[in-house]
């Protein structure tokens, strides 16, 4: 009989244990003086790592020495107060001690039978958050509806188009396929790219896909909607899907919602609302218009609580009018995962709302964050975070050399250096390369445009009020002023 | 100016994280003792839980209370020594403390600029696994190819279908969409159902899979094969894509990947092999047979060591011989997601290689795992697992009253009693619910077939005997001995 292997004793993973809480902890108390953006070279990192791996096993401790000496520096710090680049992906200790049980426990939620915990936990929370959300019981399990975690916004908008294929081929799709002539689907030209990519993975190609322009805020005209539907079904076209976006990536503009959604009722249309980053800002009462229209006229909607809630990155909440155009779409049973339970359709088994099979317990972290917090912390993260834009916005707007190009009515700012590009790319350069901040950019109406999105755990007044300071100064070295 | 929510401070985040580590530690060492299969009835744990969030926040010792008296009577205990279901989902104390450091870090991997480490180190620990599966260098960073951390498997084979699109229709799809009635998929009626599954994703539905009859043992037939591809290419259809399984969900049968790869050749078809169970044993190099032919024909290549090395959910680890084919068929850039580097084309950006844009710090588990057993202790993990169930199936052999269904080349055991179906369907109940161990099933010619599979981190010599002894004494009860 060959022998087990070593595995680490339960003794020494808790003294391991103890020394990983201990190095996170540091990292968080350290994160902020180090270089927000890594300031490797491609290749850096490999160069530092052994060609081979180890024929018998290292200490653990081996591990935890490399990651300082070779992986830290070639980190962008996410958690850092200074990073302002895309949307934050903001994490919290409830959120990292949930993940430590999840990975702990080790179990797998497919199917209800394989951990009831996990599936109910995740139904019950989403739940939860359906109601602070102010969406309506037809999302939930107490209607026709319902909520999974998905690991990300775009495979939200893949599998509502796969519901939406389905419900509109009355599913036939299932064994005939896509007919990729016959089906369009909208979302607007500042909608991000994941529904190009979902009508690639699909088969009905990019081609199916129809742009809406925007209004003067970025939004989606919804008369321009009307007008491509209708030709489109003039031509014997079928419009599967419209995409409305809460909160686009680029620029945060709002999708009217209660206007575009009477155009899909009318032509029988899905409505998905991509609300990714802003979604869960309607935790706060104050701010529950952005998602106007939703309530009425969705047929699904998401939001990412590991962009601006504080929980740890994989978790978009998915939810669905009606679960069974979800379940259609993506149930293939096989022998070896029948269970008496399932075949009872009394509970559900969370495969057939996702593209993989397996899954890990997500929910405990985000039902972790929203019992730490409770719901007044929740909200007064976000109100904290809008706060901070909205200052940060003054103070642009009060600078002649500065213009903001976009409105910000949540947390994140667009702006840029009055005239050309080519100072805006300068400025970006150099004070992402000073280590002290991280912004991203965009093209707004064409010009080159710098984004400060604000949401991060760990981020204050003093970090945004360094981050204006030291863009006026650096714009002043390039204006030579 | 709103305040911050009150967030975990670090000194609270050492506490409590201390706590958690213990109560894993306490799980792990308490976990034989609990019923490895829930004994909840569906709805049982949501009565448990309240029905409203609490306003304020609570103390994370609340959390851990909850998920006590809650949460783990609900739990299927996948880590539990006598879980034999299904296949294993093997963690390990080095997994685990990688996972918490990737949550602590919380970066996201999208793109190689986001956290230059977090890319660098999946491309470095892949090349690695390929040496150590014995791969050749065509599926690494060194050749064309290279490899990519996917959720699963299932998601491993979507890409892999949509790369042999791309290909097959040299990237016509992307702007086109997919053409339905010209394009077929093969595998054999053995597989997973992911292939199913992916070709419904991908707009070609089930009546594009065509399901190859299987030999004696469960493996593809590659004669019924080639008889399947020369007909469709006849009737002027094109063989886009055939999945060859190393290890079968079913019974772990292994495809002739050297007879099926000629074919795959002759008629251009992109070779997928889902090795997600097996693939893993390949570390040893005695049992390196199993993937025959995977050098010279695969054009991609999964297998999980989630499953059976060690290494928690998620981790499928994915390799394809031509990068340039998956990019090409996942690539969507927008202006807020370009970098100069990537641009450059000197870095990979893992967003292109998967379906969801956003990504985890995955490599650290695989890192850790890899490091802290060596190449030693992971072959004798594997060796471990194929002696026990080597000795299972000696057992029920020598045991007139059972008999096993299928070979038994790695560690899933394949039996039933001899006769009818029901005494096997009430020999599966009644010891599923002991709470002692959990096997499943699936069928086999027909025939309702337990399956016992090992390869769980706990499981030892002692519980496999346990195992057999009570499957015996069940079935002499049942069989009125």
Not at 60 to 75: E, K, N
Not at 296 to 312: E, F, G
Request: glycine share 8%; aromatic share 8%.
């Amino acid at each position: 009989m060959h022998p087990a292997p070593e595995h680490m004793s339960t003794e020494e993973f808790r003294r391991h244990g103890r020394a990983v809480v201990d190095w996170v902890a540091d990292y968080w108390d350290r994160v902020a003086s180090l270089p927000v953006l890594s300031q490797v070279a491609p290749g850096q990192v490999r160069a530092g790592l052994p060609d081979k791996p180890p024929e018998t096993g290292e200490p653990f401790t081996a591990v935890l020495a490399d990651l300082d000496s070779i992986l830290v520096p070639g980190l962008t710090h996410w958690q850092h107060p200074g990073f302002f680049a895309y949307y934050p992906s903001s994490t919290s200790g409830p959120a990292v001690l949930a993940e430590l049980l999840s990975a702990g426990l080790g179990v797998q939620g497919m199917m209800w039978q394989t951990s009831p915990a996990c599936t109910e936990l995740e139904q019950h929370v989403l739940d939860w958050l359906a109601g602070l959300l102010g969406l309506p019981d037809c999302f939930t399990f107490a209607g026709s509806g319902g909520g999974v975690i998905q690991d990300s916004a775009s495979s939200a908008i893949l599998v509502a188009l796969l519901a939406a294929l389905h419900r509109a081929s009355e599913g036939r799709v299932q064994t005939e396929g896509v007919d990729r002539a016959r089906y369009r689907v909208y979302t607007s030209t500042d909608a991000h790219s994941a529904l190009e990519k979902a009508a690639r993975i699909t088969g009905l190609g990019t081609a199916a896909v129809r742009f809406i322009g925007t209004r003067a805020d970025s939004s989606m005209d919804p008369k321009a909607l009307r007008t491509a539907i209708t030709d489109d079904v003039r031509a014997g076209l079928i419009p599967v899907m419209v995409m409305a976006t809460v909160g686009t990536t680029s620029t945060s503009a709002i999708d009217p919602v209660d206007r575009i959604g009477p155009i899909c009722a009318e032509f029988g249309t899905w409505l998905h609302v991509d609300a990714a980053y802003a979604g869960v800002a309607a935790v706060c009462p104050e701010l529950r218009w952005i998602q106007h229209g939703v309530a009425d006229y969705a047929d699904s909607y998401a939001t990412n609580p590991h962009k601006w809630l504080l929980t740890a990155f994989d978790c978009d909440a998915c939810y669905v009018r009606d679960r069974a155009a979800l379940v259609g779409a993506l149930s293939v049973v096989r022998e070896y995962l029948r269970s008496n339970v399932s075949a009872a359709d009394t509970v559900v088994d969370y495969r057939d709302w996702q593209v993989p099979l397996g899954r890990r317990f997500r929910a405990l972290k985000l039902w972790a964050v929203i019992r730490c917090y409770g719901v007044e912390g929740l909200r007064a993260h976000i109100r904290h975070s809008v706060a901070l834009a909205q200052r940060f916005a003054t103070w642009v707007a009060a600078d002649d050399r500065f213009e903001l190009m976009a409105p910000q009515p949540l947390s994140l700012v667009c702006f840029r250096l009055r005239g050309a590009d080519e100072p805006n790319r300068q400025l970006l350069q150099t004070v992402n390369a000073s280590g002290q901040i991280y912004l991203s950019h965009t093209m707004v109406r064409d010009a080159f445009t710098l984004r400060l999105a604000i949401g991060g755990t760990a981020t204050r007044d003093e970090h945004v009020t360094a981050a204006w300071d030291l863009l006026s100064s650096t714009a002043s070295g390039l204006l030579g002023d």
